[in-house]
Each structure stands twice: as structure tokens, then as C-alpha cells.
């Protein structure tokens, strides 16, 4: 892939939330099925997320974070988002009082910058609560191609009540990763290829705190997916040394955007 000249791509984030389960049972994550009228991934269980605003690289110049190649940005947006989506506040130093995290939800939807909204209230942003995970960027035509950070957080004790927009979004529930991958399996959940690979990876993982140690010990680099052929059968892959246990999946079974 050295020296492959990509098309532009429009810069986002998306965030793998954890939540607390009885001892013994495996993590589960919340995860987000779009609405079927999306120009991207229509009807596809993702993780929340979405684009980065200019209002996100404002709020990170404003926090001190102005030159790190957007990656206070990307964590701001992956906060933003996942209010808006959700009504979930995670990456705060002190959780926000659920009456006011509603009254911000709505503000954000009506365009108030988040930045504002903190100072408002006096919010504060913890950058460290937000784990980098994966960096996705496809090299394919898509009519849509996002340059894509994910990040793990922790959703704590008690704050997992979550509430669909009903915008782009038609439904939130929590599930373990296996649990997803099985029920995209018999056909009762779609997911694309980007997210079963994560979800194939996150599977791997007994508590919020192991999958942390992962991240941590294998560097982000961004994930290219190629075709090759494998078998004699063309094959959708990734890098085999970026902690995906699963590395290709037949391309008449993948799933894009």
C-alpha cells in the first residue's frame, strides 16, 4: 500500500463504550443501528460516532490541544457525538447532572457548540478517559470515505441509561461483542466491515480494563483494508499484526458502507 495515493476522505470518530456486568459475564458495548434512510450504512449496527466538526479542532486549540494532528478533535467529537446520539456523557472529569446533559442534548441538536455548553456549566473535558483503539481509512470508491479514530471508554457504575435520537438513529442496545457478531451471524443484525472486525477484536477481552491493556501495548496505525486473493477467492483483508484475530473475510460476504 506504500505510496498509494488515496481519495480525500472526511475525518471522524466513534467510540466502543463499556458497561459494568455481573462478574464472570463478558463486557457488553453499546451500539447504535442506523436508520435505513442513511446515505452510509443504512440500517447497519455501528458504534456512535460521526464527523468532526470545525467547532470540535476549536474546542481542542481552546484546550490546549491545537497541535496534535486532530486528535484532541477526534476525541471531542467522539464525546459530542455519542451525547447526541445517546444522551451518554462519557470523557468528563465529573459526570453531568442528568438534567442538564438532557437540556446540552438538545442544544447540541439545535447547533450550540459543545465548547459553549461546557463553559456554561463548567464541564470539564478528561482527554485521558478516551482510549485510542483503531484508526480505519478505506482506499476504495465509496461514495462516502471516512479517515475513522476509535477509542474505548469506560461508561462506569450506573450511567448506562441511553435514549435513540431518532434522527439518523432508530435504535440503542448493549450486547456483548460476541453477542453482536452471533446475532449478525443469523441474519437478525447487519454489520459492516470495519465493525466486525473491532468487534472480532473487542471479543478477545474479559473486562474494559484488558481491552485498555491491548490498546496500549500495539500502537495505532491506520487500517487500510486490500483485496488479495486467498484460495483462489478474492479476499476483503487488513494488516495482520494490528491485533485483529480475524484478518480477511471473503468479499461476496463482506459487508461495506
Request: aromatic letters at 8%.
Amino acid at each position: 500500500m506504500t505510496g498509494q495515493k488515496l481519495a480525500p476522505a472526511i475525518d471522524a470518530a466513534t467510540v466502543v463504550i463499556f458497561r459494568d456486568t455481573p462478574a464472570g459475564d463478558p463486557p457488553e458495548l453499546l451500539m447504535v443501528e442506523r436508520s435505513a434512510k442513511m446515505a452510509f450504512a443504512a440500517g447497519a449496527a455501528v458504534f456512535p460516532g460521526g464527523r468532526i466538526d470545525p467547532e470540535d479542532h476549536a474546542f481542542a486549540a481552546a484546550l490546549g490541544c491545537a497541535d496534535d494532528d486532530g486528535e484532541g478533535a477526534a476525541r471531542i467529537a467522539a464525546i459530542r457525538e455519542t451525547i447526541e446520539e445517546t444522551g451518554l456523557a462519557i470523557g468528563f472529569a465529573e459526570t453531568p447532572d442528568e438534567a442538564l446533559l438532557q437540556s446540552a442534548r438538545a442544544d447540541l441538536h439545535a447547533g450550540r457548540p459543545l465548547q459553549e455548553i461546557c463553559e456554561a456549566h463548567g464541564w470539564w473535558i478528561d482527554m485521558d478517559a478516551m482510549v485510542p483503539f483503531a484508526r480505519w481509512r478505506p482506499s476504495f470508491s465509496e461514495a462516502r470515505i471516512f479517515d475513522t479514530r476509535f477509542y474505548l471508554a469506560d461508561a462506569g457504575a450506573g450511567r448506562d441509561k441511553v435514549l435513540v435520537d431518532e434522527t439518523e438513529n432508530r435504535r440503542l442496545f448493549w450486547a456483548s461483542a460476541v453477542d453482536v457478531l452471533e446475532r449478525a451471524d443469523k441474519g437478525e443484525l447487519r454489520i459492516i466491515f470495519p465493525t466486525r472486525r473491532n468487534l472480532e477484536r473487542l471479543a478477545q477481552f474479559a473486562a474494559f480494563d484488558d481491552a485498555v491493556d491491548h490498546a496500549n501495548a500495539i500502537p495505532v496505525r491506520t487500517v487500510t483494508p486490500f483485496i488479495e486473493e486467498r484460495g483462489g477467492t478474492p479476499h476483503l483483508c487488513v494488516p495482520d499484526d494490528l491485533g485483529y484475530p480475524v484478518t480477511s473475510e471473503p468479499m461476496q460476504k463482506a459487508q461495506r458502507g
